[in-house]
């Protein structure tokens, strides 16, 4: 064999491998929206990947079951408020810890970075208790108040700084020289430069109010009010156990949306990951 | 005082939603504080004392903890090392196979867990009907303790491996490739290449990766909460979920509470661990 043709039959042997490897990542995705056409026993009869019976049915009882639209609906609408909120206070503070020199500076960073180690699971006893003191127990607001507040804004905040840190001071002082205030360089300039940092921040806080769990569990009682991860893990009988082609059908739902926004920006939102694991 | 208008939004919720509860659980973790009989008493280091001396679920709880870290930790890097080196160089079909590797890292842990909870069902489950193909009798996965154990750790990498291949791809990119050229020239085979010029420079991210991984480990919840509920036999149940449950299905709070500065420190002493491994490496 020559030099070119067992290179060749290297890099087939190579894809053929990663083929096989790759094959429990995507399956369960397949088998997902499958089963999720299914009919209860047709679930359980002879695997077959194209239903026999395409019970679009199931899609109708979905929303029937629970609310499933109004679930759907707060999970949208706290994830883009706690992005948005987020953007703008982990923004202001990190471009102040970049770029201002002012007293306490160093003890701030010193607490945040000791937040940043912290698990939620470890101020999640008391949090309760200040929910609760304030009223707030069943509604969204400590859904959006304690991941803005909690680890993920703090790593946030380091991010951004970690961008504005980079940012050539030039245009800055150049726009102070102007007249510009601190907060219209920040707004002004610092900010328009940041697009890359505010994506990345953007989108993995938006996924990771998208897919919260302990919160809603543990705050949330009302079907109304809950959130696409606890509704989804609430489709069961009333013995408890899980319905299977409705359940499958709800997270087919919430998953494919995100799936297909992923596969249009997977570039850019595994660059965001790349770029707040290497900080965190 | 310029500078405080820009911080003053995080610091004050970082004071109250952060910096309270912090002190506050140092506090509860000393009461005994049941939730439906509403009083508190101060007990001193008793729930510690609990927990380490007297119940034995909390020796039960630790030991799956390490279970789940030693299953997950070795078995996510040396997958992720293995993808990002077949991964870092351009190639037909590279950008597929990334997406594909990272596609579980985006999806919810609940979600994720409800389809592979599906696929592992003991009787009709997909798994076991492929398996039974070949001649092989399934076990019920998730209905005992190892076989969920093990159920739960892998189903927890595939889920979670591409974050940590993501960062070994990228410090994959950052070695100069005249690095392995020279190699070549010199006539190193490509283990030897591995062994002697990129293991090695990959340390740093090696270690970083290794903490954060253990780290998260410990932190699981969502996926053995949708997956198995801790159980069966308690055989599943870790730090984080025997906290949620102690906490808020049994209201101990004060044990909860004592459980929760636990983790606490455990965390902290990984997180001081990987500075001082980061200087180490620096120097």
Redesign the interface.
């Known amino acids: 064999m020559t030099q070119r043709q067992i290179r060749i039959l290297y890099?087939t042997c190579?894809?053929i491998a990663?083929l096989i490897?790759?094959i429990?990542?995507?399956f369960?995705?397949v088998?997902?929206v499958s089963?999720g056409f299914k009919s209860t026993t047709e679930?359980?009869?002879?695997?077959t990947l194209i239903p026999r019976v395409w019970r679009w049915q199931n899609f109708i009882e979905v929303f029937t079951y629970q609310p499933f639209a109004r679930q759907y609906f707060n999970s949208l609408y706290i994830a883009i408020l706690v992005t948005v909120l987020t953007l703008?206070?982990?923004s202001?503070?990190g471009?102040?810890?970049a770029r201002?020199?002012?007293a306490?500076?160093g003890l701030?960073m010193l607490?945040?970075i000791s937040?940043l180690?912290?698990?939620e699971?470890?101020?999640?006893?008391?949090?309760?208790?200040?929910i609760r003191s304030m009223g707030l127990v069943d509604t969204h607001w400590p859904l959006i108040?304690?991941p803005?507040?909690?680890p993920q804004?703090?790593m946030a905040?380091f991010l951004m700084r970690q961008y504005f840190l980079a940012l050539p001071k030039e245009l800055e002082d150049a726009g102070k020289m102007d007249g510009l205030s601190?907060?219209g360089v920040?707004w002004r300039i610092a900010l328009p430069m940041s697009r890359p940092a505010i994506a990345a921040v953007a989108i993995i806080t938006f996924?990771s109010s998208?897919?919260l769990?302990?919160e809603p569990?543990?705050f949330l009682s009302s079907l109304e009010m809950f959130t696409?991860?606890?509704a989804?893990?609430n489709f069961n009988d009333s013995y408890g156990l899980?319905l299977?082609n409705l359940?499958?059908a709800a997270?087919t739902l919430?998953?494919v949306p995100?799936?297909i926004v992923?596969?249009i920006a997977?570039?850019q939102?595994?660059e965001s990951?790349?770029l707040s694991?290497?900080k965190? | 005082m310029e500078a405080w208008l820009f911080v003053s939004p995080s610091a004050i919720g970082f004071l109250i939603f952060f910096l309270g509860p912090l002190c506050a659980v140092v506090y509860f973790s000393m009461t005994e504080w049941n939730l439906l009989t509403q009083q508190a008493a101060f007990v001193g280091l008793a729930n510690f004392k609990n927990a380490l001396l007297e119940n034995p679920d909390f020796w039960h709880v630790v030991r799956n903890s390490v279970i789940f870290a030693l299953g997950l930790v070795p078995l996510n890097m040396a997958l992720a090392l293995t993808l990002a080196l077949a991964l870092s160089r351009p190639f037909f079909g590279v950008v597929f196979f990334r997406t594909v590797f990272f596609a579980p890292v985006v999806t919810s842990a609940i979600a994720w867990a409800i389809v592979w909870k599906f696929l592992l069902q003991g009787e009709g489950g997909f798994i076991n009907q492929m398996l039974a193909i070949v001649g092989i009798s399934g076990p019920n996965w998730l209905r005992e303790p190892n076989w969920a154990m093990a159920a739960v750790i892998v189903t927890r990498v595939i889920k979670m491996v591409g974050l940590n291949m993501i960062l070994y791809i990228a410090a994959l990119q950052a070695i100069p490739r005249d690095y392995e050229a020279a190699a070549r020239l010199e006539g190193a085979s490509r283990w030897q290449i591995f062994r002697m010029i990129i293991w090695p420079l990959l340390a740093p991210t090696t270690l970083i990766i290794m903490v954060i991984t253990t780290i998260g480990s410990f932190k699981v919840f969502d996926h053995i909460y949708q997956m198995t509920g801790g159980g069966p036999e308690n055989g599943t149940l870790v730090l984080a979920f025997y906290i949620y449950q102690q906490g808020f299905k049994f209201f101990n709070i004060g044990y909860a509470s004592a459980l929760a500065m636990i983790m606490f420190v455990i965390v902290m002493m990984l997180t001081i661990v990987q500075v001082m491994l980061r200087r180490k490496g620096a120097e």
């Open positions: 890099r190579w894809t990663l490897v790759a429990p990542f995507m369960p995705f088998w997902m089963a679930i359980f009869g002879a695997p703008i206070i982990s202001l503070a471009y102040a810890l201002m020199r002012f306490g500076a701030l607490f945040l937040a180690m912290v698990p699971e470890v101020t999640i006893i008391p949090n309760f208790f200040l108040l304690l803005v507040f909690g804004g703090v905040t601190r907060f920040w996924l998208w897919n769990f302990l569990l543990i696409l991860p606890l989804l893990s899980p299977w359940q499958l997270t919430a998953v995100i799936l992923y596969l997977q570039r939102i595994i990951f790349a694991g290497v965190g």
